[in-house]
């Protein structure tokens, strides 16, 4: 199949591209030392692209997305790296290691009566969202412990550092947030310090696993981020549906495209406005009816959460469509 | 079922409100008088419902959509109201009636090649966006039906006006756009004037049927013209995970929400910021973990787009789940 064939919007990966995060990646943390994130991505066949070079443990942001990962057999070792108030459909997979985040009795009770067997405890490190205070991540581990919960250490997500443009500045925020995470270690126990994103991979030392997603397809809000080795792999392919002596139009608009983290940029042209399925735009050059386009994204996870597919494509040859099958919730 | 019952975050719609809407709109414009777009819901329950009220014509804004309400059974008078430059996925429905826009030579051909029967000719009557200057309205019908296409008539969207706050503003310019229109069809000719939305719906007079959608379920953006008679059929539920001494976290964010025309509101709480998967927000009272909050949508139609179903409630019975099964494209 060539890409012109391809219906739009598409969302579209480059091979090569893919191939460099994948390697890069792999060599800077082998096996285990990476826990990739499939929320960048909600693909199981990605993620099996994850798994054969060696990252077999996995985190999740979604029951949905344990569930799926479990169910295509990639269920070695997936830690919901999330609260929530009912785990029953966690506690019916059988056939994965399955650990979910809890940060407060309420949590632990969840997972508990849920059926879940192992936790990890999830510590405030600095962004404002779940995770409890570090001098409370004891009491909360002998709760789990009390309740017959296997507890193996902790999580603390350093997201707001992860996309600080300074390396030095993100540098010394890791360590700042990781402090934190070490103090909360010390009181819980266990073997795992679950941490990072794309943006610290390669700073945070002091966790033992790192929890990127994004490297893989990357985005142009990681881009912007100078020290970081992996390309802008994904693009939203578009087909212009008219062309008038001001504007031309191209069809992939904000049902297919996310619009936080600042607009997409319609490669060859000057974005005017988004609709539901449409991109205004001024062409740089000449366009005609037809005309496939490239729009870049400033936010990879929730724009691929908006498509049912992606094409993987080495110049005009379409030479994977993968479905992004750990959608929803 | 009870709405505590449901996992989040989920699409969660008023039935009191939602009968209004219905009832409200079918008697402003019974019958044809209105075409009811199915983009804002992308459910065939939901258009079930609005044919209930007489209003067997409908418009849509993906090929997905015509497919999917065709194979439905509600195809009677289906309007892809959008160029595309393939059409042979439409020429291929042989259980529904189906019209394309056409804005110039090459979508055209497009229908033709594709083996649609019939076109509305596209005006451009303000929107920069697609369709034909007015001046080019009769040349283009010409060419379609020396390819062998039925003209209908002509369509053309006031969208840059139906956001508009002022009623007596809108007005007149809705008096503007429809006079282009009408110029383009003096020249095109047809049965059809195609036009509106939910914010002209009562004041353009000139068009024979309104394509107004975003009436049934309606937004914040919508509500905001006061003029509008319509209430706020739907929010998204979400669940409370984390609750600290400043801030809470709900499990709705950036994947369950669109972020296009203004933030999403939290009932009883001032949001702080949206993640993928979270909102972090200050609650105006206490909350606990566990607790249900209702978010409030800026815009309707991007964020139905992201779940795949809905529920109908009154007050905490679900009494409804339906399918959003025109996703896609």
């Not at 990781?178 to 073997?191: I, K, S």
């Not at 936080?260 to 009816?289: I, K, L, M, N």
């Not at 490239?294 to 993968?322: C, F, M, N, Q, S």
């Amino acid at each position: 199949m060539k890409i012109q064939d391809l219906a739009t919007p598409a969302l579209v990966v480059d091979a090569a591209a893919l191939e460099h995060n994948l390697a890069t990646m792999a060599e800077a943390l082998p096996g285990k030392r990476l826990r990739p994130h499939v929320k960048a991505h909600k693909s199981t066949a990605l993620a099996r692209l994850q798994t054969g070079r060696g990252h077999t443990a996995f985190t999740c942001a979604t029951i949905r997305e344990v569930e799926g990962m479990a169910a295509a057999g990639l269920g070695d070792d997936l830690l919901l790296a999330n609260e929530v108030t009912d785990a029953t459909r966690l506690g019916v997979i059988h056939d994965a290691r399955v650990t979910v985040a809890v940060d407060s009795p309420e949590t632990v009770e969840a997972a508990a009566r849920g059926g879940v067997a192992e936790v990890l405890v999830d510590v405030n490190v600095g962004l404002p969202r779940c995770g409890c205070d570090p001098g409370d991540a004891g009491r909360i581990a002998e709760f789990a412990r009390a309740r017959g919960l296997g507890v193996r250490g902790v999580m603390g997500y350093e997201g707001h550092v992860v996309g600080e443009e300074s390396h030095a500045t993100r540098a010394e925020q890791t360590e700042a947030a990781m402090a934190r995470l070490l103090v909360a270690h010390g009181d819980v126990g266990g073997d795992v310090v679950s941490a990072g994103g794309t943006g610290t991979y390669a700073l945070n030392t002091w966790a033992t696993e790192i929890q990127a997603g994004s490297y893989l397809l990357m985005d142009s809000a990681y881009a912007a981020l100078e020290d970081l080795p992996f390309r802008e792999a994904l693009c939203v392919l578009a087909t212009v549906i008219h062309v008038g002596p001001k504007w031309a139009v191209a069809d992939a608009g904000l049902k297919a495209l996310s619009m936080d983290h600042g607009d997409p940029r319609v490669e060859g042209g000057d974005v005017w406005f988004y609709s539901d399925e449409h991109v205004t735009f001024r062409p740089a050059g000449g366009v005609v009816v037809g005309d496939r386009v490239r729009v870049r994204l400033a936010h990879v996870d929730p724009t691929v959460a908006k498509h049912e597919r992606l094409h993987v494509v080495d110049g005009d040859d379409v030479i994977e469509t993968y479905a992004v099958d750990l959608r929803g919730w």
